[in-house]
């Protein structure tokens, strides 16, 4: 058997140990049978469904990650109270509308993190996702004028700059800082 065949058929242990957790937590009760289950079931999912190999260069910066995570539950929350607002108003309706951000990063990780945090958000949900271009199309609720494109694009690419510093190397942030000046 060749060595990429047999590669196939041996699990990643973390994701294999996350996998177990998650079908232990879904069975509801620890015992032998529930985790050899998961066990099986963990392994089985990885043989059938392989995910292609990520390489993570960066490191976790946990005061940058904790500023990442303060600013993201702002963000959530006053995006929360608009539309709130929205909806016990009967005035002002939402003008929604398309808005392009190209990305500095050149990873794949980097965008789909950005992207994932912004799709969270209230108000926004990424509709598009360009891996040449590094491009987010994002549909946001209400652009309201001119004006708020540009803040929404200054916006999201905030968000970029910050999931960059909680988890890139100093030579993938400064290469996307260099990227961005352009």
């Known amino acids: 058997m060749s060595e990429r065949r047999r590669s196939r058929f041996r699990p990643t242990w973390s994701s294999l140990l996350l996998l177990t957790v998650l079908w232990v937590l879904l069975v509801g009760e620890v015992s032998l049978l529930s985790v050899g289950g998961g066990l099986l079931i963990g392994w089985l999912v990885q043989v059938i469904f392989p995910l292609a190999p990520l390489r993570y260069d960066g490191r976790v910066h946990p005061l940058w990650l904790l500023w990442l995570l303060a600013v993201f539950l702002y963000d959530l929350a006053t995006a929360s109270i608009r539309l709130a607002g929205y909806a016990f108003r ?33 108000g926004t949900i990424v509709v598009d996702l360009r891996s040449r271009g590094r491009t987010l199309y994002l549909h946001v609720f209400d652009l309201g004028d001119e004006g708020n494109v540009a803040d929404e694009v200054r916006s999201a690419l905030g968000s970029e700059r910050r999931v960059l510093r909680a ?16």
């Open 90 to 122: 009967r005035d002002p309706t939402p003008k929604p509308g398309i808005v392009a951000v190209r990305l500095a990063s050149e990873s794949d990780l980097y965008q789909v993190a950005t992207a994932t945090l912004l799709s969270i958000v209230p």
């Open 167 to 182: 988890f890139a190397s100093k030579a993938q942030i400064e290469a996307a800082e260099r990227k961005g000046e352009r």
